[in-house]
């Protein structure tokens, strides 16, 4: 009776369901990729969400963003604070200031929600890198990056790196006494670059520092430029994703051309949205209790005074640790000179970043590997890719500890002369120490025997260099190689599924023709 | 470092009476010269608190110091072989922050001398200072009179009309402090590090006398702001606000030490991140 | 885009394969007509939910997820009331956050427990490309356009120097961004007779600062050498220490830049670390150093403020001092050098 009435109960929805698709089919034609989309499906593994995580944090900062920027005030004009007790700060009642640091006190102060607001803005940036940085260290690991996915990389590290211009510019729009001394060693640095420095940092600040045309630029910077950027390149982030879709840790059943896991709809969206509100809702739980960044008790910037303990922001204190950690050379010759802050403030980042867009083509040919990869690599499995990643985490980490020097000297009572000189010999020494240490961990890991879980057909399952599965002491089964459809080496053994079936259609249109039926392996230069 | 803790109270009181016969003499050296140390070359600023001319009062304090200090600062504290520094001009301002806030008596001469807990009492204190403030006359040197403790205005009260005679502002104690503090001690007063070693000591426990004194008398390695630089009502302002700053508004929440951007890096990469990953490794697998 | 000969076609192979049994509809991931790939399993229960077969296991998620998700309203109410009597930011944070984590836990549940969701394997798309007719395809529908142009190969020519010469054109505002780097880098507030003041804009005179005291000054007056807002010249910061009887090294053509007061030397050396451009603020008096808070660079002020420590590698320049006829502190004239961190033109 009941059950009857149920059935009829979803008959009914059904039938609504169908008219809402078919009223948005018959104008579009969409059913076939509602379907897809509804049903595709993404591998399980909790490292994968970190990029999701990210992705949020942009979402939080976009809405929390957009409320900050109604009530702050671009402008560099000179007003002075006047504060009623309980309402405002009165420490600076009747000081001078600019009136982008006045439209961040009143924000902090007088607008409702307003600091807390702001202060999860703040910390969404703060997580927001973090999660970034997880991401790519994941990618890096993984060989996520590699043969169909290294455009992805790229937009991925773009995104890095706007991401971190879009955080410092953030940073420095309430022109308080922190943010106005980072802006000073940012003129600097910009200066500092041969040949085009000076007209440089005059073209960015409209004049010598500090100028007034530096606030409102960045506020367009910040508020409109590299959000539209971020946006973009997050679109083409997701899309190439969706297209290509997700790579897998290898698994037993698991191979190239297969995937596994959760469908979109309807779990998967659901905790997406849940992770959604679970990344504002710890952020919203930092922004109300943990203080960021409290400008008040900084005070309005004055270029002739300076606080101790000037960090910039956690993504940006490797930068501050490399300017300090670099020696005092410059370079003066011929009426010209290269000034310090050149070469660790633009020469080194330049350099790793160089080296971190190219990683995918080093990585081509240190393991020469041009084949087809869905299946990641394990960390263990590549040792001197997993040592070259440590070793600059070890790096990065050095540097960012060198940029609290005077932190960690007032803490340790060790001065910050010697802190500076562990530091300068340990940023050589510390990533080769790591890089051997994570080499020599690789290794022997690979050697525990920790293979065994992935025995697909009882064997002990190894992968080769150039990403293909050998199982080995396989007696039992009779075969002793199992999915080698990425075998680099050319020994491809003819079973044509090397290459997905070659006839890889796009999700939308199913109205492709279907071409001749048998699979294709055009994708591997290697196989040739 | 450890610091030999001995107890100078029962000592102390106990040669008081056997030592009498010397301290009178040291008291009319005081008398006579009393007048003179007043009239003569007083610290350039303005108001100080009165320190004490009795004695009894100095010849307690001489007590005390030829225990505690003597063997450094030398006796009438004309300085120490090791390199002690002498004490003629040290002044009662100096006598007083030096000794309120633990920095002395320095078991080794070589050590820093760094924020203790105090080592005389109240009353112990106000004798030495006497005992200090009394060393130009003793060594009939007036002209070498050290700066006298500094009187610290009021702070205003927020809100009402009835204010306090000559009270300072917060907003001027916080310009001044930005401008001549906050390159060392931190904008929130939470300290630093300079060169050779010199930890910058956080203000937190600095009472608004202590850092009138060290603003007026210079306590190496930190430079000293004398009359012509900073006026009393400004040197009062900065000490109140100093007072301020150990319980600085934090509207935002909880302050994680004041450190900037450091700690708070931290807390949103160990907190606001692991909190957040460990929540999507709960979640469990999305299928 | 494909044709209507091939959606025709492809229309008739839907119907046949519909009827086929053995492809089950749910996975869409294997197209119809093509044969089941080996590595992906045909019995999967898509359909499958945690608690399906456990009616007392739904009822208590069910109940978990009511209890959590009543949370939100109250926190929503708490909100409002909050934001009618002012706010208050911590409790703001707190329920803001707690409603959000909440809705999300109970989300989570009614998707784990009571939602369909199965791991499920399917082939994958987009393995390795297209086929060898696509890709000739596209390359026929390129080269059409390609070689068209191709035979116009003046055109082609003309057409990237013309929109070369018309980007120039676009790039010209550039400069209008900001003025051309001037005498500011190289010029500050000082000159000769300038009295030194304070913060407050009060003349200075040498008995003003005793032994190991040090001060900020500025130019009287400041002449605005940068086109800055702020009332003072940020290039033009300079520091006034009085160093008693510390021995200072005086350098060769620098003898009368310092003034002597009744107490000791006064010399004055440029604010600006020559580093990165920080207010160098920090002096120790025992080691007679000034520390740039940024990045620790060291100047030995006894040694004409020459770099120690640090990154930095250039002296702080030294402002000449007098004393004018009332007595007061003056610049003999302005900087020698540029003041500041290094650039390109500097020297």
């Known amino acids: 009776m009941s059950a009857t009435k149920q059935r009829l109960a979803a008959e009914k929805r059904m039938k609504v369901e169908r008219m809402a698709l078919d009223q948005v089919d018959d104008r579009i034609n969409s059913s076939s990729f509602v379907q897809k989309a509804l049903d595709h499906i993404f591998p399980d593994h909790w490292a994968f969400m970190v990029g999701e995580i990210a992705m949020y944090c942009f979402v939080v900062l976009l809405v929390t963003g957009t409320y900050l920027a109604l009530y702050y005030t671009p402008s560099s004009a000179d007003v002075v604070y006047h504060p009623t007790p309980g309402h405002g700060y009165m420490p600076l009642a009747g000081q001078h200031m600019s009136e982008a640091y006045f439209s961040t006190l009143n924000l902090s102060f007088d607008v409702r929600a307003g600091l807390v607001v702001r202060q999860i803005h703040h910390w969404a940036a703060v997580v927001f890198m973090a999660a970034i940085a997880f991401h790519l260290c994941r990618v890096f690991f993984t060989g996520a990056f590699r043969k169909p996915r290294e455009t992805n990389y790229v937009i991925g590290l773009t995104l890095l790196l706007v991401v971190m211009l879009e955080g410092f510019s953030g940073y420095s729009l309430p022109d308080d006494l922190l943010s106005g001394t980072g802006l000073r060693v940012v003129f600097s640095i910009v200066e500092s670059i041969p040949f085009i420095g000076t007209w440089l940092a005059f073209d960015l600040w409209g004049s010598g520092f500090p100028g007034s045309s530096l606030i409102p630029r960045l506020f367009v910077v910040h508020e409109f430029l590299f959000p539209l950027l971020i946006i973009g390149l997050l679109s083409a982030h997701l899309a190439l994703i969706w297209r290509q879709g997700h790579t897998d840790f290898p698994a037993p059943g698991k191979t190239e051309t297969n995937i596994r896991g959760s469908r979109v709809w309807p779990q998967y969206a659901l905790k997406s949205g849940a992770l959604l509100l679970f990344v504002f809702g710890v952020l919203a739980l930092l922004g109300g209790l943990i203080q960021i960044n409290p400008i008040w008790i900084y005070g309005a910037y004055n270029p002739y005074a300076v606080s101790a303990g000037s960090q910039p922001d956690w993504y940006v204190g490797w930068l501050d640790g490399a300017v300090r950690l670099w020696p005092h050379w410059e370079f003066r010759s011929f009426g010209h000179e290269i000034a310090n802050p050149f070469f660790p403030g633009v020469l080194i980042p330049g350099l790793l970043f160089t080296v971190m867009y190219a990683w995918p083509a080093i990585d081509k040919r240190i393991y020469r590997d041009d084949a087809y990869h869905n299946l990641l690599d394990r960390p263990r499995d590549k040792p001197f890719r997993t040592a070259v990643g440590v070793a600059a985490i070890t790096f990065f980490t050095i540097c960012t500890l060198a940029s609290a020097t005077d932190l960690l000297g007032n803490d340790t009572h060790i001065a910050f002369e010697r802190l500076i000189e562990i530091l300068q010999i340990g940023v050589f020494v510390a990533p080769v120490l790591a890089g051997a240490i994570a080499y020599k961990a690789c290794v022997a890991l690979q050697r525990t025997g920790n293979h065994v879980i992935m025995q697909p057909v009882g064997g002990i399952l190894i992968r080769t260099a150039d990403g293909a599965y050998h199982t080995l002491g396989d007696e039992h089964h009779g075969h002793g190689e199992i999915h080698d459809h990425v075998d680099g080496n050319g020994g491809g053994n003819g079973r044509g599924d090397g290459n997905g079936g070659g006839n890889g259609h796009d999700d939308a249109e199913l109205e492709e023709p279907v071409v001749g039926g048998k699979p294709q392996a055009p994708g591997d230069p290697n196989l040739g | 470092m450890t610091f030999l803790r001995r107890t100078p109270r029962g000592s102390g009181r106990s040669r008081r009476r056997v030592l009498a016969g010397p301290a009178t003499l040291v008291a009319i050296a005081v008398a006579a010269f009393a007048v003179l140390s007043l009239t003569g070359g007083r610290s350039a600023s303005g108001a100080t608190a009165p320190v004490s001319n009795d004695p009894a009062v100095i010849n307690a304090g001489l007590q005390l110091y030829e225990v505690h200090c003597q063997s450094c600062h030398g006796a009438n504290g004309v300085g120490g072989t090791n390199g002690s520094p002498e004490l003629i001009d040290a002044g009662a301002a100096a006598a007083d922050w030096y000794i309120t806030t633990g920095r002395m008596p320095l078991n080794n001469p070589a050590d820093e001398a760094i924020r203790r807990h105090p080592f005389f009492d109240a009353q112990q204190t106000e004798e030495l200072v006497a005992y200090v403030n009394a060393l130009p006359a003793i060594n009939a040197k007036p002209n070498m009179t050290g700066p006298g403790i500094p009187l610290v205005a009021p702070a205003c009260v927020q809100g009402t009309t009835d204010q306090p005679a000559g009270c300072t502002t917060l907003t001027m104690g916080e310009q001044l402090f930005s401008l001549n503090c906050a390159q060392c001690h931190h904008e929130a007063g939470s300290g630093g590090m300079l060169s050779k070693a010199n930890v910058i000591p956080s203000l937190r426990n600095a009472t608004a006398r202590q850092v009138a004194e060290a603003i007026r008398i210079g306590p190496k390695p930190m430079p000293i702001f004398g009359a012509g630089e900073l006026s009393d009502e400004q040197v009062s302002a900065i000490a109140n606000y100093v007072q301020y700053l150990h319980n600085p508004e934090d509207r935002g929440g909880l302050g994680i030490g004041h450190f900037g951007p450091v700690p708070e890096g931290f807390v949103g990469i160990i907190l606001g991140f692991g909190l957040i990953l460990l929540i999507s490794r709960l979640m469990g697998n999305r299928g | ?347």
Request: glycine share 10%.
């Open chain 3, 1 to 347: 885009m494909s044709t209507t000969e091939h959606h025709g076609q492809r229309a008739d192979d839907m119907v046949d394969q519909a009827r086929d049994p053995a492809l089950d509809p749910e996975h869409f991931f294997i197209e119809p007509g093509e044969p089941w790939p080996d590595d992906v399993p045909r019995d999967q229960d898509v359909h499958w939910w945690r608690f399906r077969d456990d009616p007392k296991g739904a009822r208590k998620a069910e109940l978990k997820i009511i209890a959590l998700w009543g949370v939100v309203p109250l926190c929503a109410i708490a909100l409002m009331i909050l934001y009618v009597v002012g706010g208050q930011p911590q409790l703001e944070g707190l329920f803001l956050g707690t409603a959000m984590i909440c809705l999300a836990t109970g989300l989570v549940i009614w998707a784990r427990d009571l939602l369909p969701g199965h791991e499920v394997t399917a082939k994958r798309n987009h393995q390795g490309g297209s086929g060898r007719l696509e890709r000739t395809g596209a390359v026929v529908s390129l080269s059409r356009g390609i070689e068209g142009m191709a035979r116009r190969p003046f055109l082609v020519r003309m057409l990237g120097g013309v929109i070369g010469i018309f980007g120039l054109a676009m790039a010209f505002p550039i400069a209008s961004l900001g003025a051309r780097p001037h005498r500011s880098l190289y010029k500050t507030g000082w000159a000769t007779g300038k009295r030194l003041v304070d913060e407050d804009g009060r003349p200075l005179r040498p008995d003003d600062l005793p032994v190991n005291g040090i001060l900020t000054v500025f130019p009287e007056g400041d002449s605005h050498a940068n086109e800055a807002e702020s009332d003072k010249d940020p290039q033009s910061a300079t520091v006034l220490i009085n160093l008693g009887d510390a021995k200072f090294d005086v350098r060769p053509g620098t003898q009368d830049w310092n003034v002597r007061s009744s107490t000791g030397l006064i010399v004055a050396f440029s604010k600006i670390c020559t580093h990165a451009g920080c207010p160098v603020g920090l002096y120790n008096t025992q080691s007679h150093q000034l520390v740039c808070p940024c990045h620790q660079s060291t100047f030995d002020v006894l040694g004409g403020c020459n770099p120690v420590f640090g990154p930095a590698s250039r002296s702080l320049p030294q402002l000449p001092l007098g004393v004018n006829a009332d007595g007061y502190l003056v610049s003999t004239s302005d900087y020698k050098e540029p003041v500041g961190p290094g650039f390109w033109n500097r020297s």
